[in-house]
């Protein structure tokens, strides 16, 4: 009996000491799973977070890329545009008269919109660059008519010179063409006195030279009346003042542009 009596009592601590522990395993491991669940979701926060930052930085990069590629649109269009104007300009002395106008106008029009895509780049030196080569645009444009019909006759009068030596030749028409292209030259250095003293002689010249239509001639007496401007209009067999305007501040604006997509890509 005493030996069945102590096998109780030891069973009876031996329960007794295993519920604890087993309440004590039950709560290490529960806090072990609450801690891992803790650790995961802080980490899928950490995840999520990286995620919407990255999103972020793409997003970002991807407007810059874009306002760049507008910008390098918008400058390339302007410059196109003031390129084509300025050809025309060029092209204009060699074209029928009754286009020359419809085809000035388009061009200029063309700048003038493409102005307007420089102006909402938000780039304040390439906007003020960009003016600049509007307006001597459009000087071109006020020009270019008078200029064409000027440029035209000299050509036509220099076809029409001697082929040999026009300062000698005795032919009357080779003659006229070279003393009409040559008061031409000087028309707007003479003093307004000796330009009306000279304007029936220069008329007689144009005739003689058979190089021009009467209307020829009339449009070159209607410029002549005017000598402002006289040097743009002429242009220059080595240098053209109103063409050398333009190409420095075209020159300007290309500068400005290419810097300012260099800092943006920066």
Known sequence: MAWEAVVAVTSALTTLVAVPVTLVAAHWTRRSMDRA???AG???LGQSEAAVQAARLQGRAGREHALESDRRVACTEFLRAADLLVRTVRELPASPREVR??????RVTAVIEARAGIAVLGLADVSSRAQDVLEQCLRLERLALRRAVLRSAI???ER???PRNPEVCED???RAAFVAWDLLGGWGR??????????????????ESHALTADEVA???????????WDELMGGWIRDPLLERFQAVRDEFATAARGSLMTAAG
Do not use: N
């Open 37 to 39: 669940a803790d650790a």
């Open 42 to 44: 802080v980490a899928g």
């Open 101 to 106: 106008k419809e085809a000035l106008d388009r």
């Open 155 to 157: 050509g036509a009068l």
């Open 160 to 162: 029409h010179w001697c």
């Open 172 to 174: 009357p028409h080779h």
């Open 190 to 207: 003479l003093e307004d006195e000796d330009r009306w003293e000279e304007l029936d002689f220069l008329e007689w010249v144009l005739k």
């Open 219 to 229: 449009q070159v007496l209607e410029v002549a009346d005017s000598v402002v401007h």
